[in-house]
């Protein structure tokens, strides 16, 4: 999938000359109901960062995808090319109609263009889906919110379902498990001391990460068991993830993302980890003992092996 930044710099020329079919939105998450949005459409506008960062920063949500994993998951649905705006002051500033006759019409040639019912552009978000019906040059697709089992799929309701830790049916509605990913940190090496070595990563504040809790996660492209290095061409591989504190230790640390990939032993200090929430195990919660943390990760293991096989649709994680 070809990535179009707007706008070019002269060194770059001018914007492929095509008539294009456009889908037109933030679409963070890329979730079912954007997916209705960009079916049939070869090209996809969306804008960095985050509109909301930039016209009431004081009350942005938190992302549930960055913009590679946003392009990621939109290259995945047969789209021709991302266009992606930097939304900044002076964008803002734009007119709804200087947006369909100087983007959408000017330098996109769109012909088609599909929106969702909430969808709003230009200055104070005057722009709506009717002004673009009304456009005679446009044929406008506007797109009703999708509802699953009587719950509107949208980004705001599917953060409240991450940030509460409800990471199974956040996937449902996202159409693939939250990601998270991070480059592995240097850590006390409390979990290789209780027999079970963990990756750490620190949340990032810009993103939605899953509330405090034990997680079944997949961590794509991960080692094969008994490897030393992370395998690029390899199939998901099953961990248990805690996200949290670490209450049944004295320690000064803040929040932190502790991955154990199951069957792993090796460094990992520098890799970039991906992790797939599939499942919530349990709260995190303090135990008595060193030995009855470790009974009761020697659980979470078993069970979040469990979970990855039946998500991989194998009782077990194949190797490669």
């Not at 199974?168 to 159409?175: D, H, M, N, S």
Request: aromatic fraction near 4%; hydrophobic fraction near 40%; charge should be negative.
């Amino acid at each position: 999938m070809q990535i179009t930044r707007l706008p070019l710099s002269p060194e770059e020329g001018d914007v492929e000359r095509r008539d294009r079919e456009v889908a037109v939105g933030t679409f963070d998450g890329v979730h079912l109901g954007h997916r209705e949005v960009i079916r049939g459409a070869d090209s996809v506008l969306t804008f960095d960062p985050h509109p909301a960062t930039v016209l009431t920063p004081q009350r942005a949500p938190r992302l549930l995808t960055s913009l590679e994993r946003k392009a990621e998951l939109i290259a995945g649905l047969g789209v021709r090319e991302l266009i992606v705006i930097p939304f900044d002051a002076a964008f803002a500033q734009r007119s709804a109609e200087e947006f369909i006759e100087g983007v959408l019409l000017g330098t996109l040639r769109a012909r088609r263009v599909s929106v969702g019912a909430n969808f709003h552009f230009g200055r104070r978000a005057q722009g709506s889906p009717a002004m673009l019906l009304a456009q005679g040059r446009l044929s406008t697709t506007v797109h009703e919110l999708l509802e699953i089992d009587g719950e509107v799929v949208s980004s705001s309701r599917i953060r409240e379902l991450v940030l509460a830790g409800e990471v199974a049916r956040a996937g449902e509605l996202l159409g693939a498990p939250l990601r998270i990913e991070g480059e592995v940190l240097h850590g006390d090496r409390r979990g290789r001391e209780l027999g079970f070595p963990t990756a750490n990563l620190l949340p990032d504040p810009r993103m939605a990460t899953p509330a405090r809790g034990v997680y079944a996660c997949l961590a794509p492209g991960g080692p094969k068991p008994g490897d030393t290095r992370l395998r690029r061409e390899s199939p998901f591989r099953p961990a248990a993830v805690n996200i949290g504190v670490r209450p049944t230790f004295q320690t000064d640390g803040g929040e932190l993302i502790e991955a154990h990939l199951i069957d792993f032993s090796g460094e990992l200090y520098g890799e970039r980890l991906k992790l797939d929430f599939i499942a919530r195990l349990r709260e995190e919660r303090r135990f008595e003992s060193a030995q009855a943390l470790i009974e009761q990760m020697r659980l979470d293991v078993q069970e979040a092996r469990a979970l990855a096989g039946a998500w991989t649709g194998s009782a077990t994680v194949p190797d490669p």
